[in-house]
């Protein structure tokens, strides 16, 4: 098994380390898709191979891969790309519903139950409301999808 770039080399007399030259070509199939999430990535014998470095130069790339979450391993089976990692600017905090039609997906949300319940003391004082107070309490559950469109309740 190749990398889909079967043209891409290795520059054996710069200055970037073998091993990042090779992580930064994988990082770059992954970018581009070529490698998808759950996709076996080539063993460290392939790639000693197919760039003509070692495999303690090729195991360097892939170790700092793994650890930096972008690949996984499964015991006896290899390496494969990990799912992408979600980052929130934690600079502004927006809704769920915001952040993941900011990534292309669609929200949605589910009631799964509403009652009503007498406030305990705790929720009444946070609350700035009498002991007395009825209180709603929603159980709901929130996902978000490639394929589903978002739900809008109507008024």
């Known amino acids: 098994m190749a990398?889909?770039?079967?043209?891409a080399v290795l520059n054996k007399q710069g200055a970037v380390p073998l091993y990042?030259?090779?992580?930064?070509?994988?990082?770059?199939?992954i970018a581009v898709g070529a490698l998808a999430a759950h996709s076996r990535?080539?063993?460290?014998?392939?790639?000693?191979?197919?760039f003509g470095i070692s495999r303690m130069t090729a195991r360097q790339a892939l170790a700092e891969l793994i650890?930096?979450?972008?690949?996984?391993?499964?015991?006896?089976?290899?390496?494969?790309?990990?799912?992408?990692?979600?980052?929130?600017?934690?600079?502004?905090l927006?809704?769920?519903?915001?952040?993941?039609?900011?990534?292309?997906?669609?929200?949605t949300t589910?009631?799964?139950?509403?009652?009503?319940?007498?406030?305990?003391?705790?929720?009444?004082s946070r609350c700035a409301?009498?002991?007395k107070a009825t209180m709603v309490r929603e159980r709901r559950f929130t996902m978000a999808t490639t394929t589903a469109?978002?739900?809008?309740?109507?008024k």
Do not use: C, W
């Open 94 to 107: 927006t809704s769920f519903t915001q952040d993941m039609l900011a990534r292309g997906l669609m929200p």
């Open 41 to 50: 990535v080539p063993s460290e014998r392939e790639l000693s191979e197919q």
């Open 3 to 7: 990398l889909v770039n079967k043209m």
């Open 149 to 154: 469109k978002p739900r809008r309740s109507r």
């Open 67 to 92: 650890q930096e979450g972008r690949l996984y391993t499964s015991v006896g089976k290899g390496t494969f790309v990990a799912e992408p990692k979600i980052h929130q600017n934690l600079q502004s």
């Open 20 to 29: 990042m030259q090779l992580k930064q070509l994988i990082e770059g199939e």
């Open 110 to 124: 589910r009631l799964l139950r509403r009652e009503f319940v007498p406030a305990s003391a705790t929720i009444a």
């Open 129 to 131: 409301t009498s002991a």
